[in-house]
């Protein structure tokens, strides 16, 4: 998605509740196959850095996801809960136990990817593999529960939509993945869950989850065909893939069967947005503030908004958004969004202001753990920013915060720095290819990607494909970037241009038509939008900024 979508929301409308059953075959069989895994990826590569990543890690990770059908039926924002052995009562395990494997593997790719540059081909399929062990184990699928000749039930709500959006969803996930276990055909138990893994990969960079989610939600309407909880769930899932017209199919599908469906009012306006209908998304979000105003509705009305150049109205109901906020999600959620778009603006401290007041509600909050470190780059706090980024991408290793990094090992240009900044690139390699191979179109990010950082005819290939699928400010302006650095400034012009036609104010696509009009003849226009860009934001980039700055001392000096 585009960098102001709305990933990392607070889940809703989330009923469930709580026991638990005795199916666990199925997870018995992941786990091998998760141990499969590993031991691939020990026996494939003798690296001594590979071999930090082998069999003690694995079989750590491993444990956390034998011990219960939970970790098949968990997940969320905060990451799985840690849960007790099947036949053993769930323990209240803290949700950040979990993924200490995960770190720890993390740390070893990166150390993987600096020792073998040389055979980055090779190295980059180990990288990808490792990557998917770290994030999920293995991937393990949905276990299975035994089918009863039970009709379909939902039961009262233990688990409630205000706990699943806070800081204490370890708790909520606990008490889902009880539930399940006793009331296996629960439909909406099992939407619950799906959306769950939705959440949980979004927000945690885990696409591994998403077939999970799949085969929750599958399940949900096997049990009640059309319930809308879960059609609204696989709205939310395709969005999650990027796949946007599935996304507003389903949408569209749940809203006839419940037309105040927050979920897919939400998933409806997200997915007209990415397919560039930018319209029918005000339409969209004009019709869900009708019927369901509230946070998830006032952060989509303000987007689109923004796109359309009204940043004071998309601040005033972000305002407003923060103030009817009452969760610590909430709270975090919509000051990050304010986060972005003082950014955007180039008001850092305002920007570092909301990112405080997010992490004040929720330290570990990734967006705003991000926004932060890029503000603190663009204020001269460099260290800080570093130090901040690797945290982030140490934990959860998404393309945006991986290039940004990198960007700033490039700018500082300290000894090793060139090394470590590849390492970062090759690790949005990584994170690609575990996406695509669990259904997420990453064309988008690695076009974004490539085009300055990997391979151009790549990045060039990617972007064309993207937009014959949309037609979006974004993808126009990735392919313009690509274009442009394949030596097709002419081509190149036109996209530019449609990047910036809405009104959307952005400083990176200001500074993309900049340079392609200075590529083009077109040296007044050019003047025009890189000053453009830098007054609006002159930090949005380290090595962006200094190439506005280098491109307009040229065309002045040719003047």
Same mark, same amino acid.
């Given at each position: 998605?585009?960098?102001?979508?709305?990933?990392?929301?607070?889940? $809703?409308?989330?009923?469930?509740?709580? $026991?638990?059953?005795?199916?666990?075959?199925?997870? /018995? *069989?992941?786990? %091998?196959?998760?141990?499969?895994?590993?031991?691939?990826?020990?026996?494939?590569?003798?690296?001594?850095?590979?071999?930090?990543? %082998?069999?003690?890690?694995?079989?750590?990770?491993?444990?956390?996801?034998?011990? /219960?059908?939970?970790?098949?039926?968990?997940?969320?924002?905060?990451?799985?809960?840690?849960? !007790?052995?099947?036949?053993?009562?769930?323990?209240?395990?803290?949700?950040?136990?979990?993924?200490?494997?995960?770190?720890?593997?993390?740390?070893?790719? $990166?150390?993987?990817?600096?020792?073998?540059?040389?055979?980055?081909?090779?190295?980059?399929?180990?990288?990808?593999?490792?990557?998917?062990?770290?994030?999920?184990?293995?991937?393990?699928?949905?276990?299975?529960?035994?089918?009863?000749?039970? @009709?379909?039930? #939902?039961?009262?709500?233990?688990?409630? &939509?205000?706990?699943?959006?806070?800081?204490?969803?370890?708790?909520?996930?606990?008490?889902?993945?009880?539930?399940?276990?006793?009331? &296996?055909?629960?439909?909406?138990?099992?939407? @619950?869950?799906?959306?769950?893994?939705?959440?949980?990969?979004?927000?945690?960079?885990?696409?591994?989850?998403?077939?999970?989610?799949?085969?929750?939600?599958?399940?949900?309407?096997?049990?009640?065909?059309?319930?809308?909880?879960?059609?609204?769930?696989?709205?939310?899932?395709?969005?999650?893939?990027?796949?946007?017209?599935? =996304?507003?199919?389903?949408?569209?599908?749940?809203?006839?069967?419940?037309?105040?469906?927050?979920?897919?009012?939400?998933?409806?306006?997200?997915?007209?947005?990415?397919?560039?209908?930018? *319209?029918?998304?005000?339409?969209?979000?004009?019709?869900?503030?009708?019927?369901?105003?509230?946070?998830?509705?006032? %952060?989509?009305?303000?987007?689109?908004?923004?796109?359309?150049?009204?940043?004071?109205?998309?601040?005033?109901? +972000?305002?407003?958004?923060?103030?009817?906020?009452?969760? &610590?999600?909430?709270?975090?959620?919509?000051?990050?969004?304010?986060?972005?778009?003082?950014?955007?603006?180039?008001?850092?401290?305002?920007?570092? @202001?909301?990112?405080?007041?997010?992490?004040?509600?929720?330290?570990?909050? +990734?967006?705003?753990?991000?926004?932060?470190?890029?503000?603190?780059?663009?204020?001269?706090?460099?260290?800080?920013?570093?130090?901040?980024?690797?945290?982030?991408?140490?934990?959860?290793?998404?393309?945006?915060?991986? #290039?940004?990094?990198?960007?700033?090992?490039?700018?500082?240009?300290?000894?090793?720095?060139?090394?470590?900044? *590849?390492?970062?690139?090759?690790?949005?390699?990584?994170?690609?290819?575990?996406?695509?191979?669990?259904?997420?179109?990453?064309?988008?990010?690695?076009?974004?990607?490539?085009?300055?950082?990997?391979?151009?005819?790549?990045?060039?290939?990617?972007?064309?494909?993207?937009?014959?699928?949309?037609?979006? #400010?974004?993808?126009?302006?990735?392919? !313009?970037?690509?274009?442009?650095?394949?030596?097709?400034?002419?081509?190149?012009?036109?996209?530019?241009?449609?990047?910036?036609?809405?009104?959307?104010?952005? !400083?990176?696509?200001?500074?993309? $038509?900049?340079?392609?009009?200075? =590529?083009?003849?077109?040296?007044?226009?050019?003047?025009?939008?890189?000053?453009?860009?830098?007054?609006?934001?002159?930090?949005?980039? &380290?090595?962006?900024?200094?190439?506005?700055?280098?491109?307009?001392?040229?065309?002045? !000096?040719?003047?």
């Amino acid at each position: 998605m585009s960098p102001r979508t709305n990933d990392g929301e607070p889940e $809703r409308e989330l009923p469930a509740s709580g $026991r638990r059953s005795e199916d666990t075959d199925a997870v /018995t *069989d992941a786990v %091998t196959e998760t141990d499969a895994v590993a031991d691939s990826v020990t026996e494939t590569d003798a690296d001594a850095d590979a071999d930090s990543v %082998t069999e003690t890690d694995a079989d750590a990770d491993a444990d956390s996801v034998t011990e /219960t059908d939970a970790d098949a039926v968990a997940g969320q924002d905060t990451g799985a809960a840690g849960a !007790a052995a099947p036949d053993e009562p769930v323990a209240d395990e803290p949700v950040a136990d979990v993924r200490v494997a995960a770190v720890r593997r993390f740390a070893a790719v $990166r150390r993987f990817a600096a020792a073998g540059r040389r055979r980055r081909t090779v190295e980059l399929g180990a990288c990808a593999a490792m990557l998917a062990v770290a994030l999920t184990a293995g991937a393990i699928a949905v276990g299975a529960t035994q089918e009863t000749r039970n @009709t379909p039930v #939902v039961t009262a709500a233990a688990v409630t &939509p205000g706990l699943l959006a806070s800081a204490a969803l370890g708790e909520g996930i606990t008490a889902l993945q009880a539930h399940l276990r006793a009331q &296996p055909r629960d439909f909406g138990g099992w939407a @619950t869950l799906g959306l769950a893994y939705v959440e949980q990969a979004r927000t945690n960079g885990d696409p591994s989850r998403y077939p999970q989610a799949e085969q929750a939600l599958e399940r949900s309407l096997a049990l009640r065909p059309d319930n809308d909880q879960a059609l609204a769930g696989r709205a939310a899932l395709a969005a999650a893939r990027h796949d946007f017209p599935n =996304a507003l199919k389903y949408a569209d599908e749940a809203l006839k069967q419940n037309p105040y469906s927050e979920r897919a009012l939400c998933s409806r306006i997200d997915a007209l947005v990415e397919l560039g209908r930018y *319209d029918d998304a005000a339409h969209a979000a004009d019709l869900a503030d009708e019927r369901r105003p509230g946070v998830p509705v006032f %952060t989509r009305y303000a987007y689109v908004r923004e796109l359309r150049g009204d940043v004071t109205t998309a601040r005033r109901v +972000l305002d407003q958004a923060l103030d009817s906020s009452t969760t &610590p999600g909430d709270i975090a959620y919509v000051a990050t969004q304010i986060g972005q778009l003082a950014w955007n603006q180039g008001d850092y401290e305002d920007a570092l @202001t909301h990112y405080a007041r997010a992490l004040a509600a929720d330290e570990n909050y +990734l967006p705003a753990l991000e926004g932060r470190a890029r503000a603190q780059a663009a204020s001269g706090r460099r260290a800080e920013a570093l130090t901040g980024l690797e945290s982030v991408v140490a934990r959860f290793p998404l393309p945006g915060p991986l #290039v940004e990094l990198g960007e700033l090992y490039e700018t500082r240009g300290a000894e090793g720095d060139r090394a470590r900044a *590849d390492d970062q690139y090759t690790l949005v390699d990584a994170w690609t290819a575990l996406a695509r191979a669990n259904g997420v179109n990453a064309d988008l990010d690695t076009a974004l990607a490539a085009a300055d950082h990997g391979d151009r005819t790549a990045a060039l290939r990617a972007a064309r494909a993207e937009w014959d699928r949309r037609q979006t #400010v974004h993808t126009a302006d990735a392919l !313009a970037w690509a274009l442009h650095v394949n030596g097709k400034d002419a081509e190149a012009l036109p996209y530019a241009r449609r990047a910036t036609a809405t009104g959307y104010r952005n !400083a990176s696509f200001l500074y993309h $038509r900049g340079v392609i009009e200075q =590529a083009t003849g077109h040296a007044k226009d050019a003047r025009t939008h890189l000053t453009a860009a830098l007054e609006l934001n002159p930090g949005f980039s &380290p090595p962006g900024a200094r190439a506005a700055r280098t491109a307009l001392k040229a065309l002045e !000096a040719a003047k």
